[in-house]
């Protein structure tokens, strides 16, 4: 592919930017993915020409032609990561790098062009930077930043597109579950699965996503909050909770499942080991069983699951349902390792507690 220099952003603001008084009434309550800013920043790839046409812009529809590769084919691929406001008032995103590496890496198994990292975070800097109004001031809110690329190609061959275009828009955030840091409860997946090895489990496309609704409906209409995947062999090793990573914390020791290749490498996931070992814990991989969690629950020796990501932070699971019966997690509150690990994380995020590691990024 392409190797020719990314070109500079240029800014087109909106001459017509949302009232003061208007944005400020969508912050006070802002939910999750409901509102979105003023701007939105999009580059494109072409073949052999590569990266062209970098701008900043007002926030506007697209216009798609119905043979658009993506809407026949899915080369569709995305990133969340989330800008918070600093006690000081400055803004900083937390590790864009990871984000934008884990980005190349879902380009590379869609055959799609690789955004340089450097371009990645420019566009997210780009638009944080015009936006900055729009980054809540209040605990734990936020500001989301949605990267994401799909090829703009038409044409109805099965094949790589020839032309992509790569956009990022921003919403702010509130609480990703309406409860807080409520237990959620969830719902074992014996049915359907989420991914395979070899395929393409380990990135995020949106494919992954419309694979999971209708297990996701179906624990809905168990009563459930979420559902989790099991592995798409056995039908018996736990994987992930809806989108998230899960953490299942034995006394001072916390587990996630392995890295198989059908899981995300979730950039939060990976902070907890670091932050968990710095806490006095032992963090590691291994290989959960549903019947091992329903045991290890049932005599006491698993003491709290949790789920994490992005857009949720850190989540406790309380209740877990599936077809042989339903049990609750500890007292199914949330239990202590998982409060003192949201708040360390939190805490380093939004600038209460330092960084020693380097992952916020400032913008001033």
């Known amino acids: 592919m392409s190797t020719t220099p990314t070109p500079t952003i240029e800014f087109k603001p909106s001459a017509h930017p949302l009232a003061d008084a208007e944005r400020e009434a969508i912050l006070a309550d802002p939910g ?3 509102h979105f800013t003023d701007h939105m920043v999009t580059v494109r790839w072409t073949e052999g020409r590569g990266w062209h046409d970098a701008q900043l812009v007002p926030y506007a529809p697209l216009s798609i ?3 658009n590769m993506t809407l026949h084919y899915a080369q569709s691929i995305f990133e969340g990561l989330k800008a918070y406001r600093r006690p000081d008032g400055s803004v900083a995103t937390f590790r864009p790098e990871a984000n934008a590496k884990r980005f190349q890496a879902s380009a590379r198994r869609l055959a799609m062009p ?6 990645f975070i420019e566009a997210c800097d780009a638009l944080v930077t015009q936006d900055m109004a729009w980054v809540p001031q209040h605990g734990e809110q936020s500001l989301y930043l949605r990267p994401f690329m799909f090829a703009t190609e038409v044409g109805l061959g099965v094949r790589p597109a020839g032309e992509y275009l790569f956009m990022v828009i921003a919403s702010p955030a509130g609480a990703y579950f309406k409860g807080g840091v409520k237990p959620v409860s969830v719902w074992l997946s014996e049915d359907y699965v989420r991914a395979v090895k070899g395929g393409i489990g380990a990135v995020k496309t949106g494919g992954n996503y419309a694979a999971s609704l209708v297990a996701q409906k179906e624990a809905d209409a168990k009563g459930c909050d979420q559902v989790v995947w099991l592995d798409a062999v056995e039908h018996r090793w736990v994987e992930e909770m809806g989108g998230m990573n899960l953490y299942f914390v034995y006394g001072d ?20 080991f670091t932050l968990a070992r710095e806490l006095g814990y032992t963090a590691e991989e291994g290989r959960i069983s ?42 199914g509150q949330p239990g202590e390792v998982t409060l003192r690990l949201r708040k360390a994380l939190l805490d ?7 960084d020693p590691y380097g992952w916020m990024h400032e913008l001033g």
């Open 65 to 67: 032609d119905p043979a």
């Open 290 to 331: 549903s019947e091992d969690w329903r045991r290890d629950t049932g005599n006491g020796t698993l003491t709290e699951v949790f789920a994490c990501g992005t857009a949720a932070v850190i989540t406790p699971v309380g209740t877990v349902k599936s077809r042989s019966g339903e049990w609750t997690q500890g007292d």
């Open 348 to 354: 380093l995020q939004t600038g209460a507690a330092p």
């Open 32 to 34: 999750f993915g409901r």
């Open 114 to 119: 690789e955004l340089p990292v450097e371009t």
């Open 253 to 272: 020791r916390i587990v996630t499942p392995e890295l198989t290749g059908s899981l995300l490498p979730g950039v939060t996931r990976d902070s907890l």
